[in-house]
DNA sequence: CTGAAAGCGCTAACAA
DNA sequence: TTGTTAGCGCTTTCAG
């Protein structure tokens, strides 16, 4: 009758039996919870690990109503950023007790069809990612009393908690840096056609800089996120008119594509003709060929927002959104002529 | 009293006594069981959504004995190929009904800690990935009866099922491809340093190849896995002697640091001077600046391959794996001279 | 095809 | 501090 099922698995029962006590200290002992006294403790952590007993998160969860797993929903994942950003909310998040559970939105997807699966498990919370719930969805989770962020990108009119890049911040602190080298004609180089929201960010905070400096308006090209739109861009700029003094990158991509084409095809010196400068950061713009000036989004910092506003949040806030904007980082590097931060004062 | 609780979330009892039927109906029709009439099942359909029922996944698991949940443990996530893989794996294992559970190592920490906490959550499967899981560890999946496999590393003595490039044989054909062309004098970018299995296979396929056609042995040059590392290996082959015919680099990251160094530093053209080819195809690998000849890890074959292997054994066999080699596509490009694989039969 | 009943392994009152 | 007891929401025999 001990035997009946399959491998019967440890349970705290067995435990209880092995430590000589109940089986509801055993379950105090394993969730922390006080009143239990150290031999106690002792004896049963003894017992559990000589029988290879594993606190069923199961169970728990069930009874609890929190499963100690933090959803990680998901639209397509590209950017390199996107890889160190899951590492890190995972690390950031097991170090609280907590798990990542993960969802993905199939490629044309929205992302509600994810977010509705991983209910099912009653996470702690729900962080979005590379994608953007719909109102309907935000407000169901809202109703749930379930936190639910949103990484990386702006909510726009949605009224989700998120944690973001502050895009504009750093754009206007491109411009200034441009600016004060004595950059005059500016271009800046969109990835609308991806995605709207960061990339227009970026481009706000840029054109409007330049503009209230007494400049043209920047020339702006639309080319998508990628090198091939990067590239393409110079010819495009061509066609305009002649090519600008500094380009400003939505993405890195767009601005390596961008240099070979200047480089290679125009015969141009960077930055010696025209300035360059991306935004992401990503691991080559540090490499020998491009040297690219970039804005390098603090992701240890994000995922640290990330985890501190989904677990202190008791309730969350339905209709007051939290936004929490994380400045970027303007890492120096050789492909633009401009003012380090500190010299114009941003 | 039926209020007691918070929040009282919809429950199957709730659905069944909606939709006039006993709660182990609604609990059959949930769980794709037969032996329920499709007006019946209608019926319930019908009053769950209305109710906005959701299957708790948590209670099933725990009764079933199995969460539905694919534990995914990985160590440091570098390569954007880990972020492919995971990816696909977690959109393969969505449709056919489950979800990934991700859990990462710390660095300089082993993963078997990460693989012992996900236990507590009764997945179907492990997949490891960026590490490699002790012997002691992969002896407790087997006593549970728990399939565990390895991706994107090969194995070595470990009893590790496993899926992964087909690197040796690849190395191999990159070889073969460049002797066609008429190299004669190799060398091998390793990056022992990071990781010695992948590396090391590739090193052996290449060496071996290259030595049987009757060249002398590929002087090799193990710098790391990066792009200073390739970078560096540039000078490093100059002292050694003059430089070789061709290069074969085991990560593109590697093979762009040595392009740089070959074309800026040295002044030589590739492939006139010097053929290169790298291992993984980053994206930038298409860039115009390199243009780099490279082998393609067929991630969406590999990641097929994992979740058949988890899902379709029944008992996971110890001290009998699976070892599934997925063959890595050579993508030509113009950053060397060499055969195409069809004309020298390989 | 449907219903009643017995748990899965655990937490959380409550009582001792 | 410890033990007793009642479920969490579900699957699964076993009868009807």
Redesign the pocket.
Known sequence: MADR?RI??V???DV?RAA?????????A??Q?????P???ERIEQAAAELG????QL??G????RSNLLALVAGVLSNPLHLSLIQTLSRLAQARGYRVLLATAPDGHDMDAAIGDVLAYMPVGIVAMAGTPSAAQVGECARLKLPLILVGRDPGASLVSSVCCDNEAAARQVAFCLLAAGHRRFAFLSSRVADTAFSMARERGFCATVVSAGCPAPIVVNGGSSYAGGYAAADALLNVGSLPDAVFCAGDAIAFGFMDAVRRDLGLSIPDRISVVGFDDMPMASWASYELTSVRQQVEAMADAVIDLLLSTDVPDLGRPTKRLVPGDLIIRRSARLAPPGAVGV
Chains 1, 2 share one sequence.
């Open positions: 099922k019967r698995a349970t705290s029962v209880a000589g006590v109940s089986q509801s200290v055993v379950s105090r394993f969730s919870a006080p009143g239990v006294s031999a106690t403790r007993y594993r606190h069923n169970a728990r069930l009874i609890t109503r």
